[in-house]
């Protein structure tokens, strides 16, 4: 197998790696707080402290890679989550479970965006659809996967495997780095951004975790706006100080690019609806219909093998249709998808639902795949890492704005209803309206000029 096809699942196993690791802790948090003597509130709590840690380390990925070379970096990175993983498995409490967390998250903020860093300056142009789609599957799978084998791990085995069972995909991801990903370095580097990387950093940490702490009755809503808001205004703030220095550590110059710009913006709000997803399905699927855990990870599941199965049909779609006719058409079909999760009952066969759940997750995975790919269609090699930078930022927020946009439409319907409870009718309203929401990226998908990522998709327009 050629070092081009290597490459992909080398970076594409560290990121599932890292999806699976903030996904399977969740059904395993009860059996956790029992066992370290803390309640699951404060619990929940501290392991957001991951969250702030990669979210306030995501934009100096770039700049790491230029300055140390990415190779180093990445390797770096692999080590440092799976050696936090191996020490919160042996966290004896609370605060030592805290500290670990927030190095993972550091291992985290730098090892899927330099790894695609490489990626991206490595492979060739018409063979990074390919390329892509392999990283698009761990993004999908995870969050669905990660549920049901984290209750089964907490049910059968014990809860400290969950983050042991790191280790080897860390071993592999080492020894797979080492030989088969090749060097990349520049040369001439200026000196860090230090006041961006603050109010870079700590701008998106404030509104990433406010966004996702929104409607969990996790701490007071009048604290989670402050943060918000605080969040908000410093990322304001860094916009005028980038746009005054030379060397900003997010180049948001970088929006002259129109592919680029595109896919953030027109993604921002599609990625809305794929982050609203994964909150909402297993929610309505348990407190909506009654169903264990266990249960509903493997409805779930059917998504996860949608996802999967489109890799192989990604290149091809992409050469006959072109960027732009697919990100209208299946942004069409993907919400549709989504709103007919709104019309599951708790009587509706399992086959018909992991039925509309595969075809969900083909249509999302390619929604993806065009997205992250389309973004560096038009990106220069210097430009590569801090494109990556701004794409990266990007999607951890749109990410985190679907789960706060998820849960404030579930308040909104239980508030409307007089319920103290939420019911499957919460559900059904939270996806029809995160749907109709996700309909807004075709608009500015369509902005985009029919040989978009011609290029990448090797698409032959006639004349």
């Known amino acids: 197998m050629s070092p081009n096809r290597i490459l992909p699942l080398v970076i594409a196993a560290a990121l599932f790696m890292e999806n699976m690791d903030a996904t399977v802790i969740a059904t395993s948090l009860p059996a956790i707080a029992a066992d370290l003597g803390t309640n699951p509130v404060s619990l929940k709590l ?27 970096i990445f390797r770096a990175a692999i080590a440092v989550f799976t050696l936090s993983s191996v020490g919160c498995g042996f966290a ?9 967390r927030a190095l993972q998250g550091l291992g985290g903020a730098m090892m899927v965006p330099v790894g695609r860093i490489i990626l991206i300056r490595t492979i060739p142009k018409s063979e990074l659809v390919n390329a892509m789609a392999w990283l698009t599957i761990p993004a999908l799978v995870g969050p669905l996967l990660g549920p049901p084998i984290g209750g089964f791990i907490t049910t059968y085995f014990h ?40 109010l870079s950093g700590f701008g998106l940490a404030l509104t990433v975790f406010g966004c996702t702490v929104v409607g969990r009755g996790l701490i007071s809503e009048w604290f989670v706006a402050a943060m918000i808001l605080a969040g908000a205004v410093m990322i304001v703030l860094y916009v005028r100080h980038a746009k005054r220095v030379k060397n900003p550590i997010l180049d948001v110059s970088l929006f002259k690019v129109d592919t680029l710009r595109i ?6 709000f599609y990625r809305i609806v794929a982050g609203a997803v994964p909150f909402l399905l297993p929610l309505m699927l348990q407190l909506g219909f009654h169903l264990s ?12 093998l949608g996802a999967l199965t489109m890799k192989f049909g990604a290149a091809k779609t992409l050469r006959r249709f072109g960027y732009r006719q697919l990100l209208i058409v299946n942004g069409v079909v993907s919400c549709v998808f989504t709103a007919a999760m709104g019309l599951f009952t708790p009587t509706m066969p399992y086959a018909v639902m992991m039925g509309l759940l595969l075809f969900g997750g083909v249509s999302r995975s390619m929604q993806f795949t065009a997205l992250n790919s389309i973004a560096y269609a038009d990106v220069t090699t210097a430009q590569v890492s801090k ?20 849960a404030t439409i579930l308040d909104a319907s239980q508030w409307w209803r007089g319920a103290t409870e939420l019911a499957a009718a919460d559900f059904s309203a939270a996806f029809f309206v995160v749907a109709a929401g996700g309909l807004a990226s075709i608009i500015l998908f369509m902005k985009l000029p029919q040989d978009a990522g011609a290029s990448l998709s090797g698409q032959r327009l006639e004349s």
């Not at 840690?53 to 230029?66: E, H, K, N, Y």
């Not at 004896?92 to 670990?100: A, D």
């Not at 495997?161 to 780095?177: E, K, S, Y």
């Open 46 to 72: 501290a392991f957001t402290t991951y969250l702030l840690s990669l979210t306030v380390f995501l934009p100096i990925s770039g700049w790491m890679a230029d300055k140390y070379g990415a190779k180093l």
């Open 293 to 304: 855990p266990f249960q509903s990870g493997l409805i779930t599941c059917a998504a996860a």
């Open 387 to 406: 494109a990556n930078g701004l794409y990266t930022v990007a999607q951890q927020l749109s990410l985190a704005l679907g789960v706060a946009a998820a």
């Open 159 to 198: 809860w400290r495997w969950i983050f042991w069972m790191n280790i080897p995909f860390g071993i592999l991801g080492l020894v797979m780095a080492t030989v088969f990903m090749p060097e990349s370095r520049e040369e001439h580097m200026p000196p860090l951004d230090f006041m961006g990387f603050l």
């Open 92 to 100: 004896p409490n609370l605060g030592w479970l805290v500290g670990l």
């Open 263 to 268: 896919s953030i913006t027109g993604g921002l």
